[in-house]
DNA sequence: TTGAAAGCGCTAACAT
DNA sequence: ATGTTAGCGCTTTCAA
């Protein structure tokens, strides 16, 4: 039997109005404040979110969508968020659709039968149109790591162009003649954008272009590995390779260690995510790294204000800079 | 504005309560049924959670701790468990503790707060202290991956001993003279049983253990790193290694590429978790496997049944057991 | 600043 | 099988 504020208001001798008020950030009497506290204390209660929620039609949850627990980008953004969002009073309800968007409209039903306040989602479906009843139920949606066009909602994002770009400038800079990349999906924007600045860079500094030293990998292990050697095998000459996400890197480095081919000497390569994994390669790699903490940070400061002036969604788009962190992949 | 029991109560010209044994699997004339489908459908009515919970005491929320999101197992394990209770129409409050017990007390609190039914957590702090307060509540709590003694609640685990048992008796049988492991951290109870089982195998099998041949990693990729280019150091002579989490096993293989090992000419190797990775290996390596959806299953149905049979709490331990997926990085 | 009272949407007696 | 009603714990007028 949890305390109720019928309680406090008894313990104290107040009535049930300045207990609530006092819960609310309403103004109470110090010596009033004082005795509540200590009820509060004694009776160890803690507001029932769910009477409150009852009351005010809010249930202090945020439904959050990813297409992959089971994936190192999504998971350290989603526990950041998660954490944010806990000191501002909400929690989180997490559902991994597995890339599907037959789960993905499932969960969002579920999430929506669950009267989140807000959604934050990284979309398995292109066009957005599953997030058409949320918006018109009045809930704000934040969207992650992809670009919905025509869908009035918030937006955070990477410069994914500009991180190819960097990536291949570097390559450039340093002396390379033939540099591939190890690209994703065709449908997906991050694989889509990183491989127009991929291009950017060659088209900018006059390298020809040709489709040979580009391999579309799936952003898996084995995906990654298998364009690796597609590119080895049709590129005698390659001697840089940008590749576009973390698992394809994983991949990449082992084709190229089963093929004993040094890095940088024979090849270099500029990978994408996890520092760590970046690092304890030999030798260290060098790699895109986006800014995980603070795209975090941008989702739940945008999130929070939608959800503490409803109706002044601002549909702001966030795009992030990347940086590269230099290891000693790159030949000179 | 959502639809309530009264519109469709109105709706259908029938009483409150009927709508609400419909809606609890009473029993309803036919014809009723099919007006109260129709107008459910029709209002696109869904039961307010909130006011069921305020009423009937319970959140139909499951709190979740975890370590570490950003851990293939965990991630895997929760993806799933989230998968199952939403399907009995429980929501998944999910808090990534950072191996902190600090956190970790944090997240109990909130929790709590939040009025969760029940818990699942793969606990940091050890004692299970932090969870006494949360049986004392009444709620059910369902242990992953840790064995917590003097604390009545039920713990779903694999064979650890089992796992690195078989795992050097593999090696045994194909006539490996020099087995080294690379063990977690010693306080950790997976660590500590997957290094039982090491000992015990060797012991069974009359090898004399050997302290030099067993390094202590800290389950992650430097420390994996670390542990096995102590291994190769300290024994010349080293002709076999069990890598005793995933994390280590990359970082193991890592550290022989860098060293030019030949795997399994020069050494053989078995490591742990992550078929993907295992397959995608140059060679492919031979890993111990837990079931995760197994053990995923079993988190589940405990639980609910805990959940729908209040007060009924067996305690039960179930112990999966792994298996060792064959790859080809054990020498013949 | 504080108190009294209504009511959010639902379930569960109880009565019919 | 169905209807009536009280009340879960809270917020929020409205009065004082």
Excluded: W
């Excluded at 903490?293 to 002044?312: D, F, P, Q, T």
């Amino acid at each position: 039997m949890a305390a109720t504020i019928k309680d406090i208001a008894q313990k104290t001798g107040l009535g049930l109005a300045t207990i609530s008020s006092y819960l609310n950030g309403g103004s109470v009497r110090e010596k009033n404040r004082l005795k509540i506290e200590a009820a509060i204390a004694e009776l160890d209660f803690a507001v029932n979110e769910m009477a409150r929620g009852l009351k005010t039609n809010r249930s202090k949850n945020i439904g959050v969508i990813i297409p992959e627990l089971d994936n190192t980008f999504c998971a350290r953004i989603i526990s950041e968020v998660t954490d944010n969002l806990r000191t501002h009073g909400y929690a989180t309800m997490i559902c991994d659709c597995r890339t599907d968007e037959k789960r993905e409209a499932d969960v969002i039903e579920f999430l929506l039968q669950r009267r989140v306040d807000g959604i934050i989602i990284m979309p398995t479906e292109k066009t957005g149109k599953l997030l058409k009843q949320v918006l018109a139920a009045g809930k704000p949606v934040v969207v992650i790591d992809r670009r919905l066009e025509h869908i009035p909602c918030a937006q955070v994002l990477v410069d994914n162009q500009g991180a190819a770009y960097d990536a291949v400038l570097r390559f450039i800079q340093s002396g390379h003649k033939n540099i591939g990349m190890i690209g994703g999906p065709t449908d997906i924007y991050t694989a889509q954008e990183r491989y127009k600045g991929y291009q950017k860079a060659l088209a900018k500094y006059k390298y020809s272009f040709d489709k040979k030293y580009f391999a579309c990998g799936d952003y898996t292990i084995t995906g990654g590995a298998r364009a690796m050697k597609e590119l080895l095998q049709n590129n005698a000459d390659l001697d840089a390779v940008f590749v576009a996400n973390y698992e394809m890197t994983v991949g990449a480095m082992i084709e190229l260690n089963e093929q004993e081919i040094k890095i940088p000497e024979q090849l270099s390569l500029i990978g994408f995510d996890n520092l760590e994994f970046a690092k304890a390669s030999n030798p260290s790699l060098s790699v895109v790294i986006q800014p995980l903490k603070e795209i975090a940070e941008e989702v739940s400061r945008i999130l929070l204000s939608y959800l503490e002036h409803a109706g002044e969604q601002t549909c702001e788009t966030v795009i992030l800079p990347t940086y590269l962190k230099e290891g000693r992949s790159i030949r000179k």
